[in-house]
């Protein structure tokens, strides 16, 4: 079967490996339709994190169940489903404390995972991460499930109010997928910043956000101007770049919230905390995914991502798997703001 393999960082490789893979009594079989490139295989990508301590690559994917184990949370053979945390393990200190997000059982969920053309995903009465997709949701889109759980997370930490102002921080999938969710909770003007000239022509050309770029001296004018107050109501730091959180401060309004997302390698070099007392602000971590449940315990991410697909469709580049290099390439330079591989 098909599979694209992180040997080392920088050092990916394209091979057909044995089909060994079966289901068991807690896992199902997935055939692979599509998967997404996300920040954090890049991280494992460019050496940012330790491969050693990964257990599986690719975690953005949709496709179709060919072999349902034991059936678990009403999972059938021939269903189509797209990857998120729908529950965590339940029994473990943060599921029993409201906080699934940080369930360990995360870290087993996949094998080998979602770059490869088959993986097992665990599936038990206490834990999923599949949920069914609806016909009217393609195979493509539906690698946006992942992220659009996380998004919707950093969504839900804004505790966004009718009409709250809001700045993203950093114009990849993340920022981009949240400030769609917030303008669909009732967000006014929400302005996105990005310092890459190949991201901000991106998203001009998407028209899905006004845009501001930070390399210009007078960025905070800018925003101040656009948004008509003296400062935002809610910023998403969503670079990844801790630098950035000193200006998610200067941006924000006395009183303002905000969410950080971003997975942060390095310290901050001459960061100064003395806004947060100023300015009573209020610095909110998101760690996505979370599970985000109806009252019939489907997905509501499911059908959000429905909502939005017009908006979430102008964010992804589609690659055939012969070209998985240029894609990763393309996610690392930025010239695809989400890179599919279709398999």
Not at 214 to 226: C, F, P
């Amino acid at each position: 079967m098909r599979s694209i393999r992180l040997l080392a960082p920088g050092k990916l490789e394209m091979r057909d490996i044995p089909d060994r893979i079966s289901a068991t009594e807690t896992t199902v079989q997935v055939d692979v339709s599509a998967c997404g490139i996300c920040g954090s295989d890049l991280a494992l990508y460019n050496g940012r994190r330790d491969l050693s301590r990964e257990h599986y690559f690719g975690h953005e994917f949709s496709g179709i169940i060919t072999d349902a184990g034991k059936g678990a949370n009403g999972l059938r053979s021939g269903m189509r489903v797209a990857s998120e945390l729908v529950k965590g393990c339940g029994r473990c200190w943060f599921c029993r404390n409201g906080l699934q997000n940080y369930c360990k059982s995360l870290n087993d969920a996949l094998f080998p995972g979602g770059f490869t053309e088959k993986t097992l995903v665990t599936n038990t009465e206490a834990y999923g991460f599949l949920s069914p997709i609806p016909s009217v949701l393609d195979d493509i889109t539906a690698t946006l499930m992942e992220p659009a759980n996380c998004a919707f997370h950093v969504a839900k930490r804004a505790e966004i109010k009718p009409g709250d102002s809001v700045l993203i921080f950093g114009l990849g999938a993340i920022g981009l997928i949240a400030s769609q969710i917030l303008k669909s909770l009732g967000a006014g003007k929400i302005v996105g910043a990005d310092r890459s000239e190949l991201r901000l022509a991106q998203v001009r050309k998407s028209g899905l956000l006004d845009v501001v770029n930070t390399n210009d001296a007078d960025w905070l004018e800018q925003i101040k101007e656009m948004t008509a107050r003296e400062g935002v109501d809610v910023v998403v730091e969503a670079t990844g770049a801790p630098a950035v959180l000193q200006d998610a401060m200067s941006a924000a309004r006395t009183g303002g919230r905000i969410v950080v997302p971003s997975v942060y390698f390095n310290s901050i070099d001459g960061f100064k905390p003395l806004p947060i007392m100023r300015k009573e602000l209020t610095i909110i971590g998101s760690k996505g995914p979370a599970p985000l449940l109806k009252s019939d315990g489907t997905s509501a991410v499911v059908d959000k991502v429905i909502e939005l697909k017009s908006a979430l469709e102008k964010m992804i580049t589609v690659y055939e798997y012969k070209d998985a290099l240029q894609a990763f390439e393309d996610a690392r330079n930025g010239s695809a703001i989400k890179a599919v591989i279709k398999f």
